[in-house]
């Protein structure tokens, strides 16, 4: 399932750091402005204790986890709408992704540059904020002189495009993200056709201190603040720490450092987590002897199309599946002692997967 996150902000504010750490596509990462300049793409490991338990009990020749794609996008400077700096390719770059992982920066430190002189995360926020929003009040009104003659004759479709971009159209221009004017009963589809970048679910991305690694600071809560009526994720993370757990050879040495640290776990492992979520994804489960694996799926995503995810025959061809939940796999202890307890089902075409089950296809093509 090819979905992506991108990772965006302003110059130095620690994105390619944060990639490097979720990756193993090593971005350069230096101390000026527009180090990257072309996307990097990392394919990103989703931790998941539950599959390490699956396979102690299943012993399969190979384990193969789920993954997310991430994407480090150059810098962007005010004026980007324009095409200053990067902006052409950086909105270019972001209109690719699902979904957007905005970095800010929220510590101090006179020996790293800040593109505008100092720290304000809530103000680099607005930046990238307005810039999109212009982008996409450009891109709207394009698209309303297209289809305002036809509207006004009452064709139904056009009619309905016209609605939906004047609404948003009007969000804009109060300086607010597309996604503030969409509802629940506004066609995805169409959405989709416009192509808009402030329609994109997004996440904020602290980046902290090592002294703020575990609490948090000022700056934070000021953002959290600023993006209170946005409905939107705000996690932090330091940049600097993940890089030196990254740069560990062993799990042991991870686990020390962490443990110094006082933090459970990764910061990067909390950020795959939150993206995976932002990206409206969910994990089932294949275990058998040849291997046991996490299969991504979306929310709400019935036995079909999740079999699709295999291999579009097991969609085209599906019969039924068997299911078992995942505790009851932990807690019995393999798929033979479910079966034997009444814990394993069998569900059909309008069956909603879980996030857990584990799985077996029932298919004929």
């Not at 090593?26 to 490991?45: D, L």
Request: one cysteine or more; proline letters at 4%; a negative charge.
């Amino acid at each position: 399932m090819a979905l992506k996150c991108g990772i965006v902000g302003l110059p130095n504010v620690g994105k390619s750091t944060l990639f490097n750490c979720l990756s193993n596509a090593k971005a350069q990462a230096a101390n000026f402005p527009f180090c990257t300049i072309e996307p990097n793409v990392g394919t990103i490991t989703v931790p998941d204790a539950r599959l390490n338990k699956l396979a102690e009990l299943v012993k399969p020749q190979r384990i193969i986890p789920t993954t997310v794609e991430i994407v480090d996008i150059a810098g962007l400077v005010k004026g980007a709408s324009k095409g200053e700096g990067l902006g052409n390719q950086f909105l270019g770059n972001i209109r690719e992704c699902d979904a957007i992982l905005h970095v800010l920066r929220c510590f101090d430190d006179p020996n790293v540059v800040h593109v505008d002189g100092n720290v304000d995360p809530v103000r680099d926020k607005e930046v990238i904020d307005i810039e999109l929003q212009l982008k996409d009040l450009e891109t709207v009104e394009a698209r309303l002189k297209k289809v305002e003659k036809q509207a006004q004759i009452g064709e139904k479709e056009a009619k309905r495009r016209f609605e939906l971009l004047s609404r948003i159209r009007g969000h804009l221009l109060k300086g607010e993200s597309a996604r503030a004017g969409i509802t629940e009963n506004d066609d995805p589809a169409l959405l989709t056709e416009f192509q808009l970048l402030t329609t994109k679910p997004v996440m904020y991305v602290c980046n902290v201190d090592e002294r703020s690694a575990t609490t948090g600071n000022a700056y934070v809560e000021q953002v959290k603040a600023a993006v209170a009526h946005e409905n939107a994720e705000v996690i932090f993370v330091t940049a600097a720490i993940e890089a030196e757990i990254a740069s560990l050879d062993t799990p042991e040495e991870r686990e020390m450092f962490l443990a110094d640290m006082g933090l459970e776990e990764p910061g990067v492992n909390k950020l795959i987590h939150a993206a995976y979520d932002l990206l409206d994804l969910q994990t089932y489960f294949t275990a058998g002897v040849q291997e046991v694996r996490a299969w991504t799926i979306r929310k709400g995503d019935t036995g079909p199309e999740a079999a699709g995810v295999i291999h579009s025959d097991f969609q085209k061809g599906y019969i039924r599946a068997e299911v078992m939940s995942y505790n009851d796999f932990v807690t019995l202890g393999s798929e033979a002692a479910c079966r034997a307890a009444g814990k394993l089902r069998v569900e059909g075409k309008e069956y909603i997967v879980k996030d857990g089950d584990v799985m077996h296809f029932l298919f004929n093509v």
